[in-house]
């Protein structure tokens, strides 16, 4: 899609389908009453992008807002304007959720959002920071660091930020030590703060996590 100069802006396992149903039963090693049980795996792994009504050419002339919530891009949300990073993005989100089996951000408030990507990432850097539009300036203190925990709306909201886990802790209690590494680097590249910093989807496909 890039190749063709076309922005999905709203990738998230909803919009990725396997291209065959047909699958293939393996042993789970666990047992109840003396039976054994199955685990089915995709025979294919071949998958179908789908739902293009939000795809726009890219150009300049873009809606402020995309993408569901859990996959928004931060770029999105501080209103510095977006591109193909913001389904690279998106990607990242998704390959955390496939592997732990939960959405990494669970939210759905913007000052949550962006403490959320703080907790399991890094600090924003100060250069997006000072450009964030006017109506995302509110989000922190003095154009320095994020208003947390000062501006949540409730003590929920804080706990719910305080329980996150780092990307990397999450990564290595699903993935075993051997491969872990890789894709806890790979992941890093595309949950970069800064769209210009972020792995493009070419130079994703050439990471060594795919050459393993």
């Known amino acids: ?15 990725i389908l396997l291209v065959s149903s047909e699958c293939v039963k393996i042993p789970s090693w666990e047992m109840s009453a003396g039976e054994m049980h199955f685990s089915c795996l995709p025979e294919s792994s071949d998958i179908k992008l789908i739902d293009f ?24 949300i501080l ?3 977006w591109s193909y990073p913001c389904d690279i993005w998106g990607v990242g989100c998704i390959l955390v959720e496939l592997c732990s ?5 669970q939210t759905h408030e913007n000052l949550e959002h962006l403490a959320m990507m703080e907790r399991v990432l890094y600090p924003f850097p100060q ?33 719910a ?13 699903h993935v075993n030590k051997s491969n872990s590494c890789v894709f806890i680097d ?27």
């Open 127 to 159: 250069h997006m920071i000072q450009k964030a539009t006017r109506g995302a300036e509110i989000y922190f203190r003095q154009g320095s660091r994020l208003n947390w925990p000062e501006g949540a709306v409730s003590r929920e909201s804080t706990k």
């Open 1 to 15: 899609m890039h190749e063709l100069h076309y922005i999905h802006t709203d990738l998230k396992p909803e919009n």
């Open 53 to 76: 009504g939000s795809t726009v050419y890219d150009n300049p002339n873009h809606i402020s807002t995309v993408s569901t919530r859990h996959y928004r891009a931060p770029e999105v």
């Open 79 to 81: 209103g510095l304007g």
């Open 161 to 173: 930020v305080q329980k996150l886990e780092r990307v990397k802790d999450l990564i290595s209690r």
């Open 101 to 105: 089996g939960k959405a990494l951000f």
């Open 186 to 212: 790979l992941l890093y590249k595309l949950l970069r703060f800064d769209p210009s910093e972020r792995l493009t989807a070419k130079a994703a496909l050439n990471h060594p996590f795919f050459k393993a």
